[in-house]
T-cell receptor, first 109, second 113 residues
Framework: DAKTTQPTSMDCAEGRAANLPCNHS???????VYWYRQIHSQGPQYIIH???NNETNEMASLIITEDRKSSTLILPHATLRDTAVYYC??????????FGTGTRLQVTL | DVKVTQSSRYLVKRTGEKVFLECVQD?????MFWYRQDPGLGLRLIYF???????EKGDIPEGYSVSREKKERFSLILESASTNQTSMYLC????????????FGQGTRLTVV
């Protein structure tokens, strides 16, 4: 699985868009980009994933650059409940997900 | 509603005890995983299983074993618990394909004293 690099922490004002970046410059053609988040004291929760096209669901949008070497998770209107650690994972296998240390997003009033 | 259920939310065990952590999923998933999570280290994969009676070591299997006798159940075993196994343990499951999501349990916080 390709290695990912994320900022350690970010702040966002409530109601604003939160844009969380992820670098994955060694990504292979068959590897997907996944995003999970972990709210304090809970298990990780799936958010979204994509291969090369931008994706949107009820939780977030995923923007993947054309060369696929980086991506951005967008929470369009962040709320206090979005405060969590966000993990970007790149994988081409079903066998395991390798979690890094993620980005700690703090949403403030 | 899909569910991964871990048998205990909190557990306190003594050094040297044999400890069983149980995980059950109701989604007929082929893959099941055990992770541990420690501050500053993120989630680290201990073992995973892609079918009944099949298992593979993850990144930190030392001191652990697993059992998968039925598709829906995946057990993590600490043969002789030690204080350095005090941690949050997370179970997950997924379908056997790449383009899919994993579902996690709420975690078991194990303290070994």
């Amino acid at each position: 699985d390709a290695k990912t690099t994320q900022p350690t922490s970010m702040d966002c004002a409530e109601g604003r868009a939160a844009n969380l970046p992820c670098n994955h410059s060694t990504i292979s053609g068959n590897e997907y980009v996944y995003w999970y988040r972990q709210i304090h004291s809970q298990g990780p929760q799936y958010i979204i994933h994509g291969l090369k096209n931008n994706e949107t669901n009820e939780m977030a949008s995923l923007i993947i650059t054309e060369d696929r070497k980086s991506s951005t998770l967008i929470l369009p209107h962040a709320t206090l409940r979005d405060t969590a650690v966000y993990y970007c994972i790149v994988t081409g296998t079903a066998s395991k997900l390798t979690f890094g240390t993620g980005t700690r997003l703090q949403v403030t009033l | 509603d899909v569910k991964v259920t871990q048998s205990s939310r909190y557990l306190v065990k003594r050094t040297g005890e044999k400890v069983f952590l149980e995980c059950v999923q109701d989604m007929d998933h082929e893959n099941m995983f055990w992770y541990r999570q420690d501050p500053g280290l993120g989630l680290r994969l201990i073992y995973f299983s892609y079918d009944v009676k099949m298992k593979e070591k993850g990144d930190i299997p030392e001191g652990y074993s697993v059992s998968r006798e039925k598709k829906e159940r995946f057990s993590l075993i600490l043969e002789s618990a030690s204080t350095n196994q005090t941690s949050m343990y997370l179970c997950a499951s997924s379908l056997w394909r790449v383009n899919t999501e994993a579902f996690f349990g709420q975690g078991t916080r194990l303290t070994v004293v």
